[in-house]
């Protein structure tokens, strides 16, 4: 995956709001709150389905805009 392995689901939010301009944290807040992934556990520690839980969720902020 696309994941740096040490930052957490709220670090790669960070990351791409920093990178590719207007984040929409609400609309990755609801998406973390519906697949109930955990913000503060590092990429590496996410099960694999969290994991692609995790890229859907940055991808559809990009996407859906």
Do not use: C, M
Request: net charge neutral.
């Amino acid at each position: 995956t696309g994941f740096f392995p040490t930052l957490s689901a709220r670090a790669h939010a960070a990351f791409y709001e920093e990178q590719f301009g207007a984040f929409d944290y609400a609309r990755y807040h609801a998406l973390v709150d519906f697949f109930r992934l955990p913000e503060g556990k590092s990429a590496r520690s996410l099960s694999t389905g969290q994991k692609n839980q995790l890229e859907v969720t940055l991808a559809l902020d990009g996407i859906l805009k």
